[in-house]
């Protein structure tokens, strides 16, 4: 009922920046909070940043003071503004998004993920 489109990966070296967008659509009536995660060969998924409904955020240690999450609430839209990328920010790079449904449930989207690789 809602689908995740990511873009914005790609291939940049170290001290470089990326930004990736995540644009949900369909039988949404609100947003709960949308995440960024991360998974890099061989290790478990971890969650980078989110950002609620109240525009609250937090970061994974590793990425405070580098990354940015922010949001388009009228496009349904969250961005991850990567800066001073380092080569241990290579990973596949998932967007999460919770939220209520117009049917008045609840819906928890993955999407395809995006590939993010820092040469150093």
């Known amino acids: 009922q809602v689908q995740l489109v990511e873009s914005g990966g790609g291939s940049v070296q170290a001290g470089g920046s990326l930004r990736l967008s995540c644009a949900a659509s369909g039988r949404i009536l609100s947003v709960t909070a949308m995440n960024w995660y991360r998974q890099a060969p061989g290790a478990q998924r971890e969650l980078v940043a989110r950002?609620?409904?109240?525009?609250?955020?937090n970061y994974a240690d590793s990425v405070k003071g580098r990354f940015t999450i922010s949001r388009d609430i009228v496009k349904n839209t969250a961005y991850l503004q990567m800066n001073s990328l380092k080569p241990e920010d290579t990973a596949v790079y998932y967007c999460n998004v919770g939220g209520w449904t117009t049917m008045h449930s609840p819906f928890g989207s993955w999407g395809q993920g995006t590939q993010v690789t820092v040469s150093s």
């Open positions: 950002i609620t409904s109240a525009e609250a955020t």
